[in-house]
């Protein structure tokens, strides 16, 4: 069993910076596909960002956080991160973090994804 663990959330000015990570423990990541994805207040959970190894880590982002946000891990330390730069208002949302072992799914569908952490909560004051 794959246990994720957030980290990192908080509360900051538009423009600001946030490094989200995700822990995990049980299993090795090195081999999963990992994803972030978040869900805003009323709002269905969405899509943030991906990477899954395809000969080399290949990166997927959603057209809203690209050129903002970078998706990186360090196999040595079995975590991912989120580093979230230039952040708006509008991603205020609780940031959760995915894991998919077997790799054979799309990499923005939640259902692809069989373990997730507890979530984070990102704020950005306007």
């Known amino acids: 069993q794959t246990q994720l663990v957030e980290s990192g959330g908080g509360l900051v000015q538009a423009g600001g910076s946030l490094r989200l990570s995700c822990a995990a423990s049980g299993r090795t990541l090195s081999s999963y596909v990992m994803g972030w994805f978040r869900q805003a207040p009323g709002k269905e959970r969405e899509f943030v960002a991906a990477?899954?190894?395809?000969?080399?880590?290949?990166?997927y982002y959603a057209d809203s956080v690209k050129g903002r946000f970078t998706m990186s891990r360090d196999n040595a330390k079995n975590t991912v991160y989120l580093q979230m730069n230039s952040l708006k208002p509008e991603d205020t949302a609780v940031y959760y973090c995915?894991?998919?072992?077997?790799?054979?799914?799309?990499?923005?569908?939640?259902?692809?994804?069989?373990?997730w952490g507890q979530g984070t909560q990102v704020t950005v004051s306007s």
């Open positions: 990477m899954r190894w395809r000969g080399g880590y290949t990166y």
């Open positions: 995915a894991a998919d072992p077997s790799g054979g799914g799309t990499y923005y569908r939640t259902a692809d994804y069989a373990f």
